[in-house]
């Protein structure tokens, strides 16, 4: 329970920040299945905005706007995470997507096309087109898949000792993914850098690129497979 005080500094941030929570919110929903609320996202975002105002330590540099940022992100995310909306089906054949990606550029030498992938699956395009539609929905955040996650974010407010391992191996992960995304396919490279860059949501990203918002979320999630096949020890 707050204490009066404690409810009139939450009520402050809850109208100060309240506009972050819904970008935030709206970003992610792109993602989403249709049965997952965007006003239940919304009150998820809110708490993490509440856990930062209570957590923050002015001490440790950063600006409150990027610390409530990562802990709006991540109350979102547990929520979905506890859901745990999506088939196991939808994992596997995302991960049977990924491991052919990974085949054919292994014995190519060159990107996997669109139609290579359903071969070597044995799936029709139609088919291929719908797992990155449905795989699209479990990777909300980032890069989860590759093994980062917005708590490595939060060590700037943690024991430094403690996360130098971490911070190594995170650093070494940003610089092989930076080398990945540079090496993905022109439009891929370009819904990545409007998505989560730019910040633009799949509908514009859609406008701008001159094609459907449906195609946009499949360059997505073809991207993010590609990625994963390439950096996947």
């Keep these: 329970m707050y204490s009066s005080q404690g409810k009139h500094i ?3 941030l809850v109208e100060k ?5 819904k970008k935030i919110a709206y970003h992610m929903s792109a993602r989403l299945p249709a049965d997952i609320h965007i006003d239940d996202i919304i009150q998820s975002g809110l708490i993490g905005l509440l856990s930062a105002g209570k957590n923050y330590d002015p001490k440790q540099g950063a600006q409150f706007e990027t610390y409530a940022t990562i802990r709006i992100r991540g109350a979102i995310l547990d929520e979905v995470r506890r859901s745990d909306w999506a088939p196991k089906s939808v994992h596997k054949k995302a991960r049977d997507l990924s491991a052919s990606i990974q085949e054919i550029e292994r014995r190519t030498g060159r990107d996997a096309r669109d139609i290579e992938v359903a071969q070597e699956m044995g799936i029709s395009l139609d088919e291929y087109y719908q797992i990155l539609m449905d795989g699209n929905s479990c990777r909300m955040l980032s890069f989860d898949d590759l093994g980062s996650d917005d708590t490595h974010s939060l060590g700037i407010f943690e024991d430094r000792q403690q996360n130098v391992v971490n911070e190594v191996l995170e ?3 940003q610089q092989r993914l930076a080398q990945a995304i540079a090496g993905l396919p022109e ?7 409007l998505y989560y860059d730019t910040e633009m949501n799949l509908k514009e990203v859609g406008l701008l ?14 991207a ?9 020890d």
Aim: glycine residues 2%; hydrophobic residues 40%.
């Design 17 to 21: 920040y309240a506009p972050l929570v």
């Design 209 to 222: 690129m001159g094609v459907s918002e449906s195609r946009v979320s499949q360059l997505l999630s073809q």
């Design 10 to 12: 939450a009520d402050q």
């Design 171 to 173: 650093d070494e992960l």
């Design 224 to 232: 993010q497979l590609r990625l994963r096949a390439r950096i996947n």
């Design 187 to 193: 439009r891929e490279r370009m819904v990545m850098s």
